[in-house]
């Protein structure tokens, strides 16, 4: 199984790219707003000051980071409402399951005859009436230790 990454870890990496991406837009931009394209544009940035067009970079830069976190926002949205929604589905074909399955159980019944012996044979019995009754109902076994048993081996 692959190495589980956690939340935190995820969205600051998120938040680095995402910054990087939008300083490097921005200096790519202030790089090619040096040249000459013969004509000037509607902020005549050819003509201005270092200091003009690196704030004039800031901006496109805020407005690239801008407009990645709010597609990352509906990303976001969207995901968890398809979530929600196969969420909602799977609960209720849950349902239709156990309504079928509450239609289809039968009580479990175990023939006790009067000539048994010996107690193997009744925990046999027991045993066997038990595991009926279980295989009728979803049981998990699930416990808060943090280990696992991988193997048993008889020493």
């Known amino acids: 199984m692959g190495k ?3 939340k935190k870890k995820l969205i600051k990496t998120i938040i680095i790219c995402a910054v990087f991406a939008a300083l490097l837009a921005g200096l790519i931009y202030l790089m090619v707003s040096d ?8 902020l005549d940035i050819g003509s201005q000051n ?3 067009r690196l704030w ?14 709010l597609m990352l926002v509906l990303l ?7 979530r929600y929604m196969l969420q909602g589905f799977s609960s209720l074909a849950k349902k239709r399951a156990e309504q079928k399955a509450a239609e289809n159980i039968q009580a ?9 012996c010996e107690d193997d044979e009744i925990v046999a019995a027991i045993t066997a009436a038990i595991m ?4 009728t109902e979803e049981v998990s076994y699930k416990s808060n230790l ?6 048993i081996k008889e020493i």
């Open 146 to 151: 943090k280990f696992r048993v991988r193997s």
């Open 76 to 82: 976001i949205f969207a995901i968890t409402l398809i």
């Open 108 to 116: 479990p019944t175990v023939a006790v005859s009067e000539d048994i």
């Open 132 to 135: 009926a009754y279980y295989e």
């Open 4 to 6: 589980q990454v956690s």
């Open 35 to 42: 040249q000459n394209y013969g004509k000037p544009d509607k």
């Open 50 to 52: 270092f200091g003009q």
């Open 56 to 69: 004039i970079g800031i901006q496109v830069a805020f407005l690239g980071l801008a407009t990645v976190f």
